[in-house]
Nanobody
């Protein structure tokens, strides 16, 4: 059974940092494109970053470039999202997902975690 479990969310002040983790079980992460998405109340789910299964190359939505970094630890079957210089507009539930296509929109992704809440507020 394929499963993704996110953790690492929480409450942080503007300018702070958080590192999200996404642990996979039932499959090997590096065989799939992996994406991080977020959804704020009343808004559509938005792609934040994604990583290629073949060479680990990463892509980011413009609003997080230079602040967020996605990485992968194959030995732990885990992907991370390091989030620095957080802003109130980064507040959302963050999800990781696995799928066949390296894109920043959610439709092609087949398997999703349950999400972790990130709140950026003073």
């Amino acid at each position: 059974q394929l499963q993704l479990v996110e953790s690492g969310g929480g409450l942080v002040q503007p300018g702070g940092s958080l590192r999200l983790s996404c642990v996979a079980s039932g499959f090997t992460l590096d065989y799939y494109a992996i994406g991080w998405f977020r959804q704020a109340p009343g808004k559509e789910r938005e792609g934040v970053s994604c990583m290629s299964s073949s060479d680990g190359s990463t892509y980011y939505v413009d609003s997080v470039k230079g602040r967020f970094t996605m990485s992968r630890d194959n030995a732990k079957n885990t992907v991370y999202l390091q989030m620095n210089s957080l802003k109130p507009e980064d507040t959302a539930v963050y999800y990781c997902a696995a799928g066949p296509a390296l894109v920043l929109y959610p439709e092609p992704y087949d398997d999703w975690g349950q999400g972790t809440q990130v709140t950026v507020s003073s």
